[in-house]
């Protein structure tokens, strides 16, 4: 349920807002190319590293005032955002579940792509996976798609703030697949939940602390769940 007696004063300012997405397009294109092409980086577990890191370093120089504000929000009720992380991890848990039964209809939820991918190369550098899924891809993405896209959004309507960064980030994890393979596209379910529950998280805790710091808890327990899978396997 989105309540709407929720107030939220977590606001990355507009000109912040366009140089956050204007990124998107070099983050997913024109970077990786440019490291490929020009800069000889083939190995994928470095274009990626170097991607995110390159991302991370431009997020932070972007919307450190932003940042810095938030942070005051974290700073002044840490229990108030700690428990909604906790809370939000524990519903995406339920939820990933049932979403997980839906897709089982479709496809099967255990070959998603992009979750083979990283456990391949989370087997091979686990360090630099490990970094990148922690610490580098949750602040280029939550300034993206939660600071930017939902922030600027909700400011019109809230509805409408859910639904696109919901989509967009669901979308994003699986494009590049579908792209060769249509039913990639059922993949998307599976990143609802944690899609959903990030906005809200950012909602409630009225700064983008409270989902950064969620998105980076679900990515060290997927990493590490993928590394024991791996060591199993």
């Known amino acids: ?25 070099v983050h997913i294109l024109g970077l990786p190319w440019l490291l490929y092409r020009v800069f000889g980086v083939t190995d994928e577990i470095r274009l990626n590293f170097l991607t995110y890191g390159i991302g991370a370093v431009y997020m932070l ?3 450190f005032r932003f940042l810095r504000r938030d942070f005051d ?15 939000c991890y524990a519903a995406m848990l339920l939820m990933n579940m049932a979403f997980s039964g839906l897709l089982s209809l479709f496809v099967d939820a255990a070959e998603n792509p992009n979750n083979e991918a990283v456990m391949d190369m989370v087997g091979s ?7 990148t899924a922690v610490f580098l891809a949750p602040v280029v993405e939550e300034m993206i798609f939660r600071a930017a896209i939902f922030g600027l959004l909700r400011r019109r309507s809230r ?14 994890h699986v494009w590049g697949y579908a792209l060769s393979d249509p039913m990639s596209w059922f993949y998307l379910l599976q990143y609802l939940p944690a899609a959903y529950l ?16 969620f998105h980076m808890l679900t990515n060290y327990v997927s990493i590490r769940a993928l590394s024991l899978l791996e060591e199993l396997l």
């Open 73 to 87: 929000a974290l700073w002044e009720h840490p229990g108030r955002i700690f428990f909604q992380v906790i809370g």
């Open 198 to 213: 990030l906005c809200r998280c950012y909602e409630y805790c009225d700064s983008i602390w409270g989902s950064l710091f």
């Open 125 to 131: 550098e686990y360090g630099k996976m490990s970094a």
């Open 159 to 172: 509805l409408l703030a859910y639904v696109l960064s919901i989509a967009l980030f669901s979308i994003y």
């Open 61 to 63: 120089i972007v919307g």
């Open 1 to 25: 349920m989105i309540r709407r007696d929720i107030p939220f004063t977590s606001r990355l300012s507009t000109p912040a807002a366009a140089l956050v997405l204007l990124w998107l397009p």
